[in-house]
């Protein structure tokens, strides 16, 4: 059977939303997009590795 | 060195888990979605609240996303996803964990294999988890805002529903079976299905779908007049409007050959006449009734005797009264009087017990002291009732008390029948109800003025002449049920006192003495 167009309509909806959702902390992760902020984190822990890294507690 | 390989596989293994995401969505939403069909989830609910003796069975229609389908969803995109995430276990478990593809020991002899993978599909774990999470809050978010908006919006729908029909009185009744219900059932256009319940709710707030794919509208208001009405009982069809519009019934009770009939057909004769003169449209919904009037008004009008009502189960007669939402739909019953002896019959006087009002025709002639004081005068006629007119309405009222029915909710309308053969006889009788019941009383029925009075919640007596152009007398057969029509909210002209006539001097002479 069919679904109902109403259906389908709400599965489209949710799963924009979630693809919007992920789209956009991805894209802040990388410094971009609305949420651009959440790239200084990235910077942080990727300093952090670095630094780790140059002490060689990270073998 | 380390760190940078573990971090890679933990890159591989959010990527592999958004994979996972896209796949479980396809899966379950698109290419093997469970779908909760009409008839499915009317089972579901029937299991869930078993319907009561009685009771309405859950419509076969399409639920409404948010109250179903949505957790079917979810559940649907978690097991596509659980699944695809063991699909993926199989080999690495299989190749490591166990013996199933050889020993294991080689593949921990190259150490790094078996470890990255195990991580790898661990942070898969982790990241499904977390996608599907926030899936699930974004549909639980949708459902919330949903929920928010219609809840509200179906409360007032319903409150205004339900107000509707407590001021309009909106009910539809059925004239074959008798059987009456808040609202009817529809019918579907399109497979013919009935929805039992339309009003606004699980199935759909503004218009609901049917398990064949058509939208009906939700509401008896809307329905009733795009659908087609069926009883919910026997489900034959009800007129348009059933259910929408106010509903009145009204029965008419008496002895045989009382004269219940022709005084039946003359109240509607003068009932149709009133209605032209006021500009009501006046209609009959269904063609039986149409037929049966126009019969009835043919002999009426022609002065020929009304043929004697059929010892069959009696049918309605409706008519409307008005246009669209705002008209009337009267039903009239009109039963032999030998039924109300007949205990084969007590189911086929349904209508008795849910009627508005009832009219009691008394035949004159046979009330004891008036037929004697006629017959020293030379008054008779052809066919008169034989039986004690206290005897017949004591029948009918214990029948409705038997069936529970409380008479303080309905109004009685006592009518002496053949004013023109009395005034003919030299008997004038009075146009006031109280008068009218004095003359009874002083006649010899004092128990049933005293009894009418006392287990209605109102009574008014009428003497009436049951021929056709009568509305205009004091004898007008209309009297009886424009009253009872406007006790229930009925809207006609302000009754005329014209022609009404004072009571006869002579009455309390000639009958009060006798009693």
Same mark, same amino acid.
């Given at each position: ?25 991805g894209?802040g992760?990388a ?5 651009g ?6 910077s ?8 780790l ?7 | 060195?380390?760190?940078?390989a ?11 888990g958004? +994979?996972?995401?896209?796949? #479980? ?5 698109a ?6 069909e009409?008839? /499915? ?6 299991? *869930?609240r078993?319907?009561? *003796?009685?009771?309405?069975?859950? $419509?076969? *229609?399409?639920? !409404?996303?948010?109250f179903?389908q ?22 690495p478990?299989?190749a490591?964990?166990?013996d ?8 921990w002899?190259?150490f790094?294999?078996?470890?990255v ?18 899936f ?21 729908l ?8 407590a001021?309009l009185?909106? =009910? ?25 319940? +339309?009003?606004p709710g ?21 329905? /009733?007049?795009?659908?087609k ?5 026997c ?8 259910? &929408?519009v ?7 009770? #008496?002895?045989? *050959? /009382? ?5 039946l057909?003359?109240a509607?004769?003068s ?5 032209e003169?006021?500009?009501? &449209?006046?209609?009959?919904?269904? =063609?039986?009734?149409?037929e =049966? ?9 022609a #002065?020929q ?28 019953f009109?039963? &032999? ?5 007949d205990p084969?019959?007590h189911d086929?006087?349904? !209508? ?9 025709v008394?035949?004159?002639y046979?009330? #004891? ?7 020293s ?6 066919h008169p &009732?034989v ?5 017949a309405?004591?029948e ?25 053969l009395?005034?003919?006889a %030299?008997?004038?009788?009075?146009a006031d ?15 049933? @003025?005293?009894s ?10 009428? @003497? ?9 007398r004091? $004898? ?11 006790s ?10 014209? %022609?009404?006539h004072? @009571?006869s ?5 000639t ?5």
């Amino acid at each position: 059977m069919k679904p109902p167009p109403q259906i389908v309509i709400f599965r489209i909806v949710t799963v924009t939303i979630t693809a919007l959702i992920l789209l956009t902390v991805g894209l802040g992760l990388a410094g971009r997009g609305p949420l651009g902020g959440l790239g200084a984190r990235t910077s942080q822990a990727d300093q952090l590795v670095h630094t780790l890294y140059a002490k060689g507690w990270l073998g | 060195m380390i760190a940078v390989a573990l971090i890679l596989t933990a890159g591989l293994g959010i990527l592999i888990g958004l +994979v996972l995401l896209g796949l #479980g969505l396809v899966r379950g939403l698109a290419a093997r979605p469970d779908l909760v069909e009409p008839a /499915a989830y009317r089972d579901e609910r029937e299991k *869930a609240r078993p319907t009561r *003796a009685g009771g309405l069975r859950p $419509d076969k *229609a399409w639920p !409404f996303y948010p109250f179903r389908q949505a957790w079917a969803d979810l559940g649907k995109v978690w097991a596509e996803m659980s699944g695809c995430y063991r699909a993926m276990w199989k080999w690495p478990g299989d190749a490591f964990y166990s013996d199933k593809r050889g020993s294991p020991v080689g593949w921990w002899i190259i150490f790094p294999v078996p470890v990255v993978i195990t991580i790898c599909l661990l942070v898969v774990a982790v990241a499904s988890v977390v996608f599907y999470s926030l899936f699930a809050l974004v549909s639980l978010a949708c459902l919330a805002v949903t929920t928010v908006v219609t809840g509200p919006v179906t409360a007032v729908l319903l409150g205004l529903e339900n107000g509707r029909r407590a001021r309009l009185r909106t =009910q539809a009744s059925c004239p074959r079976c008798f059987h009456v219900t808040p609202w009817p059932a529809y019918r579907c256009p399109q497979c013919s299905i009935l929805h039992r319940d +339309v009003r606004p709710g699980r199935l759909g707030l503004i218009m609901r779908r049917c398990e064949c794919g058509t939208m009906l509208p939700t509401m008896p208001l809307r329905a /009733a007049w795009q659908l087609k009405a069926a009883c919910q009982r026997c489900r034959k069809p009800l007129p348009p409007g059933a259910g &929408a519009v106010r509903d009145v019934r009204i029965s008419v009770f #008496g002895d045989p *050959a /009382a004269g219940k009939t022709r005084f039946l057909h003359a109240a509607l004769d003068s009932l149709m006449a009133t209605a032209e003169r006021a500009g009501i &449209a006046f209609g009959f919904p269904d =063609q039986s009734s149409q037929e =049966q009037v126009e019969l009835g008004l043919g002999r009426l009008r022609a #002065g020929q005797d009304t043929a004697r009502t059929a010892g069959t189960a009696p049918p309605g007669l409706t008519f409307r009264l008005g246009i669209g939402p705002r008209s009337t739909l009267v039903h009239l019953f009109d039963t &032999a009087g030998g039924h109300y002896r007949d205990p084969e019959m007590h189911d086929s006087l349904g !209508f008795l017990g849910h009627s508005h009002g009832l009219v009691y025709v008394i035949d004159p002639y046979s009330i #004891g002291p008036v037929r004697e004081h006629l017959a020293s005068r030379g008054g008779r006629h052809g066919h008169p &009732a034989v039986t004690d007119p206290e005897a017949a309405y004591g029948e009918v009222v214990e029948r409705l008390r038997d069936s529970g029915v409380a008479g303080r909710g309905q109004r009685l309308a006592v009518v002496v029948s053949r004013a023109d053969l009395l005034q003919s006889a %030299g008997l004038n009788l009075p146009a006031d109800s109280d008068l009218i019941a004095d003359w009874l009383m002083k006649s010899g029925a004092h128990n049933l @003025v005293l009894s009418a009075r006392r287990e209605f919640a109102e009574a008014r007596f009428f @003497v009436v002449a049951s021929q056709s152009g009568a509305e205009a007398r004091a $004898d007008d057969p209309g009297a009886p049920l424009r009253w009872l029509l406007r006790s229930y909210g009925v809207r006609l002209p302000a009754e005329t006192s014209s %022609g009404r006539h004072r @009571v006869s001097q002579r009455l309390g002479e000639t009958t009060g003495a006798r009693s």
